[in-house]
């Protein structure tokens, strides 16, 4: 059984920045790639950040640049720094992982960009 907790949501004005953590529950963490997705009121769940578990990274366009995702496998902690956020990047977002075919979700925390 794999558990995923998300932290550190919040409402920021456009131009802010907010870091989000993932705490992963399970020795196993440090051998499987953790994600970030997304999803906006209306809108598909998109992915956003992926880190492979030797730390190899890859981001939507939509946030490259912006966005930094991080993993400390000794705490078993997964991170997404957000910067310059947008408007558009108003959504829940979510930790993931697929852990033997099987996909584990968080319970999401909330990000909202407004002024």
């Known amino acids: 059984q794999v558990q995923l907790v998300e932290s550190g949501g919040g409402l920021v004005q456009p131009g802010g920045s907010l870091r989000l953590t993932c705490a992963a529950s399970g020795s196993i963490f440090r051998r499987y790639r953790m994600n970030w997705y997304r999803q906006a009121p209306g809108k598909q769940r998109e992915l956003v950040a992926t880190?492979?578990?030797?730390?190899?990274?890859d981001y939507a366009d939509s946030v490259k640049d912006r966005f930094t995702i991080s993993r400390d496998n000794a705490e078993s902690m997964v991170y997404l720094q957000m910067n310059s956020l947008k408007l558009e990047d108003t959504a829940v977002y979510y930790c993931?992982?697929?852990?033997?075919?099987?996909?584990?979700w968080g319970q999401g925390t909330q990000v909202t960009v407004s002024s």
């Open positions: 993931n992982a697929v852990v033997m075919g099987i996909p584990y």
């Open positions: 880190i492979t578990p030797d730390g190899s990274r």
